[in-house]
């Protein structure tokens, strides 16, 4: 069920400046639904412009349904594909802040370690299929509750040395124990679980919505959080500029 932990406002109170962003990319979408959008080569998928709506809308849906709200941050450790695009368009869509970090800048239990401390995230997304490092092998290092953590009885996870971080999310084929495969993480059915629906009127202009962690000469760092307004000036979401501009992408 959705999150006790979030307070809905009254439908008596709706916020009159939702999201720049949202309200454009949606548009972009509704006018030409059909229209062939994205092809991702790695895996031979190629979606339409509904499509890949319906599955940002999905995946979005089953993240707040996980207790992961508005306000709470992920973190994004994936390489430049179908399966970041989803999270990052879910979690804007879902009023929940990305921590971004690119597929290679983490190399050491330290510089893992370092990242979380930063972050303070509730999720993580991390990549099994094409990292020439073992990102699994390398979480269970980095955080000692994660090494021998098994969920199957439905045990909380839960760090003393990062409390904010409950789930493990992954790409690939196989279940990792203690993780939760991406594959797996979608509401598909708005009738039969609309969570989108308590929070759009919430997301404006002003809500957090990314930030990109670096590793500088003096350790990693946090940049600027960028706000749901400046969103068409991130780099990383290139593919959605492409979206609202009614652009065919492959990546």
């Known amino acids: 069920m959705f999150s006790l932990r ?5 439908n008596l109170i709706k916020n009159r400046n939702v ?6 990319l949606s548009k972009s979408i509704d006018d030409l639904p059909m ?3 994205a092809f991702y080569k790695a895996k031979n ?6 499509y890949f709506k319906s599955i940002v809308d999905a995946h979005a849906n089953a993240i707040l349904d996980l207790d992961v709200i508005p306000t709470d941050r992920i973190a994004l450790w994936l390489p430049d594909k179908a399966e970041k695009h989803v999270a990052l368009l879910a979690a804007v869509h879902s009023g929940i802040t990305v921590i971004d970090v690119d597929q290679d800048a983490i190399q050491t239990v330290d510089d893992l370690r370092q990242f979380l401390k930063i972050a303070k995230c509730r999720a993580i997304y991390f990549d099994v299929t094409t990292s020439s490092l073992s990102c699994i092998k390398l979480l269970r290092k980095a ?3 994660f090494y ?9 996870f839960h760090s003393k040395h990062f409390p904010e971080l409950k789930y493990f ?9 203690g993780c939760i495969n991406f594959k797996n993480l979608y509401i598909t059915d708005p009738l039969l679980k609309n969570n989108l629906a308590l929070v759009a009127d919430e997301i404006t202009d002003d809500t957090p919505a990314y930030a990109k962690a670096i590793k500088g000469p003096n350790g990693w760092e946090l940049g600027p959080v960028v706000t749901h307004k400046s969103l068409g000036d991130i780099p990383s979401f290139y593919f959605a500029k492409n979206l609202i501009q009614k652009e065919y992408f492959e990546g």
Not at 169 to 177: A, C, K, N, P, R
């Open 169 to 177: 999310i992954h790409t690939g084929f196989d279940l990792e124990m």
């Open 148 to 156: 021998y953590y098994d969920d199957t009885k439905g045990q909380y």
């Open 143 to 145: 955080i000692p509750e």
């Open 6 to 10: 979030y307070h809905v406002k009254s």
């Open 19 to 24: 999201s720049t962003f949202i309200k454009t």
């Open 45 to 50: 998928l190629k979606w339409t412009a509904e």
């Open 35 to 37: 229209r062939e959008a």
